[in-house]
Nanobody, 123 residues
Framework: QVQLVQSGVGLVHAGGSLRLSCAAS????????MGWFRQAPGKEREFVAA????????YYADSVKGRFTISRDNAKNTGYLQMNSLKPEDTAVYYC????????????????WGQGTQVTVSS
């Protein structure tokens, strides 16, 4: 079992930046790929970014490519999502997730989920 606890302030103006953190406990975090997803009101949860267990491979949704950066520090059992140049359409609840093996881009591929963090970008 892996427990994921998210943190990060969630209110920012358009053009601003925000960093979300996802702290893992339980089994060895370095064995798990990690992903970030988001869900806006009335919409399905969508893929944002993913990173391999080593951090050597990263994947991004087209909508965030060039603005968001996913990273991890296995020594601290923590993953991060750095969000820059934020837009009002980035407003959503953001979730971190973990799975064994390779990173995935679908929600059903992940076994463990954080509690979610509301991110609101005002125009």
């Amino acid at each position: 079992q892996v427990q994921l606890v998210q943190s990060g302030v969630g209110l920012v103006h358009a053009g601003g930046s925000l960093r979300l953190s996802c702290a893992a406990s339980g089994r060895t975090f370095s064995r798990y790929a990690m992903g970030w997803f988001r869900q806006a009101p009335g919409k399905e949860r969508e893929f944002v970014a993913a990173i391999s267990w080593s951090g050597s491979l990263t994947y991004y949704a087209d909508s965030v490519k060039g603005r968001f950066t996913i990273s991890r520090d296995n020594a601290k059992n923590t993953g991060y999502l750095q969000m820059n140049s934020l837009k009002p359409e980035d407003t959503a609840v953001y979730y971190c997730a973990a799975r064994e093996n390779v990173p995935g881009t679908r929600t059903y591929e992940y076994d463990y989920w954080g509690q979610g963090t509301q991110v609101t970008v005002s125009s």
